[in-house]
């Protein structure tokens, strides 16, 4: 917070800077400011879905631009079961950490 009111004050401060100063100031704060929030929020960001016990199944659909992963399937019974969690003909794009996981004896199986 101190960093951006320097920034600020600094930018609207200085009457003597070009427009184009002015602006590329302006164009580097939002992104900071933008790179700073995404960095909060993918620390506690989680997947879209989780499947921890049952079954899921995924078909034709489209997972995209999750800050966390897309899919997590896992299974703290620490016993190997069914199948828990099936995708086919699904896009899974833009995930800011795995797009599908399979942890603590989960599984799944994705198919084109």
């Given at each position: 917070p101190e960093l951006m009111e320097q920034l600020r004050s600094?930018?609207?401060?200085?009457?003597?800077?070009?427009?184009?100063?002015?602006?590329?100031?302006?164009k580097f704060q939002n992104k900071f400011i933008a790179m700073r929030q995404k960095f909060k929020n993918e620390v506690n960001a989680g997947p879209?879905?989780?499947?921890?016990?049952?079954?899921c199944a995924?078909?034709?659909?489209?997972?995209?631009?999750?800050l966390g992963g897309g899919a997590l399937v896992c299974n703290a019974s620490g016993q190997i079961m069914e199948l828990q969690l099936y995708i086919?003909?699904?896009t899974i794009r833009n995930c800011?950490?795995?797009?599908?996981e399979a942890?603590?004896?989960?599984?799944?199986?994705?198919?084109n």
């Open positions: 600094y930018n609207l401060g200085e009457l003597d800077k070009s427009d184009e100063q002015k602006e590329l100031m302006r879209a879905i989780v499947v921890m016990r049952g079954k995924l078909i034709n659909c489209e997972i995209s631009d999750c086919k003909r699904c800011g950490k795995a797009g599908v942890r603590e004896f989960g599984n799944l199986v994705i198919e």
